[in-house]
């Protein structure tokens, strides 16, 4: 298991020949939204034959992987005249015809040429439909029933890749925060899609804040217990968790910056002031301060761009600063309480709550056009907004359904409860496994 897990993790995938690559784009970060109908052919081991074993499971977590993605619409397999059992998985014996009366702008299929039971190979491809041209394919060879999951992320972070110019979403990671009585919370992980949920601390008091590190090694937290105050450690390396005292100090609101150190606010009663910690996270030297509340970093990815929470102006605003020349500007210029700010990792946009008369609100600012836009509408309260490594889905924490997290984009659209398995706050992004090479 191990060995098929690392050749996977290792991309020792085949690559497989085409005489000619889809070139289908999708844009998602413009204002309008375009819609893509894909196909899933039925998976088969032969010419008609479909595989029902460890094919039909693999294609089940597939389409529920697609269903995440907002500007998917997958085609019903009974619109499809002449069915999805097809007698080739690629042209010439790959019938798109019967795919574009659907209306599909794209059809996968999968095949499993030694069968789909025991240890087997796996190859799947996605093509145009109108144009036979194939976005991509790939084999992923040693296949068990244990790593259908992990074959169906990297096929849909690869498709998703391949239209959209990113695939982080099926590579990430959300660390939250699940609060099980008063002063009771740890920090747990669970992918945007809901598998792999586990709990990574057990400790006595309350957690806050997770922020995964950009390597994705660490994720720190807040930590308070009866005695202190504390910043939490968890390394993924050892398994292990530290806490990390400043003695007499508040520990609020913990961030990573691209090069792998922590900002954090800290306030020993007076006014908080972030700090910029070295790689022991020690203090090395103060990112913001002064006489109002400073609090909530988060970075760009080039690390030159702070946005931050601020009560300078008397209540809380959301602030924008260029560490490179010290300017700050005001990026909330609506509302009397804007807070827990989330700067997009290509630091275009700025998302972040807002308190309004139906509740907290989920608000994103353009940076470059200057335009404010509301992406969530309630029920209940929407609060701790954190955007993707993709700078296009944002998960959140709402009370609409209990204590949950919830995902939207930054255009906004029908929220996606992401099964955490109880009350769940503090959502945020990160990519364990590290990014695509």
């Known amino acids: 298991m191990k060995k098929q897990l690392l050749l996977l993790a290792l991309g020792i995938v085949l690559v497989l020949s085409s005489d000619a690559q889809a070139a289908m784009r999708v844009d998602i970060y413009g204002p ?19 595989a029902t074993s460890m094919g039909a499971a693999l294609q089940k977590i597939v389409q529920q992987n697609l269903s995440f993605l907002p500007f998917m619409r997958l085609t019903d397999p009974k619109a499809v005249l002449g069915g999805v059992v097809l ?15 659907a209306g599909s702008d794209i059809v996968v299929t999968t095949y499993w040429p030694e069968g789909d039971s025991g240890t087997r190979p796996v190859q799947i491809r996605a093509f145009e439909t109108n144009t036979g041209g194939r976005l991509f394919g790939k084999e992923y060879p040693k296949v068990t029933s244990k790593d259908l999951p992990e074959v169906a992320d990297r096929f849909c972070a690869d498709l998703l890749e391949a239209l959209t110019g990113d695939g982080s979403f099926f590579r990430s990671t ?15 992980l669970v992918k945007p899609t809901g598998r792999d949920l586990r709990q990574i601390t057990n400790m006595p008091g309350e957690s806050m804040s997770p922020a995964w590190s950009p390597d994705g090694r660490f994720v720190v937290f807040s930590h308070i217990d009866k005695q202190s105050h504390a910043l939490g450690v968890w390394d993924r390396a050892s398994g292990k968790v530290q806490r990390i005292r400043f003695p007499g100090n508040v520990v609020i609101g913990p961030a990573f910056t691209p090069d792998n150190k922590v900002a954090v606010a800290l306030s020993n009663g007076k006014y908080p002031v972030i700090y910029l910690l070295n790689h022991v996270f020690q203090k090395e030297r103060i990112l913001e301060g002064g006489n109002s509340i400073n609090v909530s970093p988060t970075f760009d990815k080039t690390g030159t761009k702070m946005a931050f929470t601020s ?6 605003q959301i602030f924008m600063k260029d560490l490179s020349s010290g300017t700050v500007t005001r990026v909330s210029k609506n509302g009397t ?3 827990e700010a989330n700067l997009s990792p290509d630091g275009t946009l700025v998302v972040y709550s807002r308190m309004t008369e139906y509740g907290h609100r989920i608000f994103v600012q353009d940076m470059m056009t200057g335009m404010e836009r509301q992406i969530t509408f309630g029920p209940g309260s929407d609060e701790q907004p954190s955007f993707c490594a993709d700078s296009y889905f944002i998960a959140f924490a709402s009370t609409r359904g209990g204590h949950g997290i919830y995902l939207t984009t930054r255009h906004g659209g029908d929220a996606k409860q992401v099964p955490t398995g109880g009350a769940a706050y503090f959502p945020r992004w990160g990519m364990p496994g590290g990014a695509k090479k």
């Open 32 to 50: 309008g939204q375009n819609i893509v109908n894909l196909a899933l052919a039925a998976p088969i081991r032969g010419p008609q034959a479909e």
């Open 87 to 101: 007698q080739g998985y690629e042209p010439p014996t790959l019938d798109f015809k019967r795919f574009q009366l």
């Open 311 to 316: 009560s300078r102006l008397g209540g809380p």
């Open 174 to 188: 959300l660390a939250f925060v699940k609060k099980t009585g008063k002063m009771s919370a740890n920090v747990w």
């Open 337 to 339: 309480y804007n807070t």
